[in-house]
């Protein structure tokens, strides 16, 4: 699993509230990404980083914000929940060896009533 | 990225080869054929890759046609474990690049015991 973890793994949350999801790699791996996946979509990538402090959106950014402050982990944070934003969120990370070989954390399922 | 057309679904007995197709007649020159699969509630999982020749991994086979326009993945001996969305994706090897996959809708492999 290349040492991803996500937290929280579920998250139930009210519209219009903060809500803060966290990728965490033991790794010192470089580039870090986050998407979500909808029922019947594939994976749609929100937001990137190439390094500390060093962030770029994805195809669906809107809504949401992240930051790094340190390598080993990525934050994405969803400034004001709404119920478009309930999804099953994949953090991941490109390990280098094989180009485009990502490696994907095990998610987190959030629920925006 | 060049756009890739998959079949829904597919079924398979299990200790038969599986064999999934993914057409990309739009593909570049630059641009490799990768294939990942999600297991149910789990992150996508890198399977292979390639350019223009065949290959094979631990994992499955990956046959590319002559003109690059199609592809086959093989997994040689299908098990319960198998069943799972398999996507195909096309894009260029940019290894020292930070953007994200595009996942399509993948196919649907359930494989019959």
């Known amino acids: 699993d290349a040492g991803i973890t996500q937290s929280p793994r579920h998250k139930v949350t009210e519209t219009g509230t903060p809500v803060t999801l966290r990728c965490h790699q033991t790794e010192n791996h470089r580039y870090m990404y986050w998407y979500r996946q909808d029922p019947g979509h594939g994976l749609r990538l929100i937001h990137y980083s190439y390094g500390v402090k060093d962030t770029d959106k994805g195809e669906v950014s809107d809504g949401y914000s992240v930051s790094r402050s340190k390598t080993e982990d990525f934050l994405l944070t969803l400034e004001s929940a709404t119920s478009s934003q309930t999804s099953v969120y994949f953090c991941?990370?490109?390990?280098?060896?094989?180009?485009?070989?990502?490696?994907f954390g095990p998610g987190t399922r959030l629920t925006v009533l | 990225d060049a756009k890739t057309t998959q079949p829904t679904s597919m079924d398979c007995a299990e200790g038969r080869a599986a064999n999934l197709p993914c057409n990309h007649s739009t593909i570049s020159g630059n641009e490799y054929v990768y294939w990942y699969r999600q297991i149910h509630s789990q992150g996508p999982q890198y399977i292979i890759h390639?350019?223009?020749n065949n290959e094979t991994n631990e994992m499955a086979s990956l046959i590319i046609t002559e003109d690059r326009k199609s592809s086959t993945l093989i997994l040689p001996h299908a098990t319960l474990r198998d069943t799972a969305v398999y996507y195909c994706?096309?894009?260029?090897?940019?290894?020292?690049?930070?953007?994200?996959?595009?996942f399509g809708k993948g196919t649907h492999l359930i494989i019959q015991p």
């Open positions: 991941a990370i490109k390990e280098g060896r094989v180009k485009n070989e990502q490696f």
């Open positions: 994706i096309v894009r260029v090897a940019t290894g020292g690049g930070a953007d994200g996959l595009t």
């Open positions: 390639g350019l223009k």
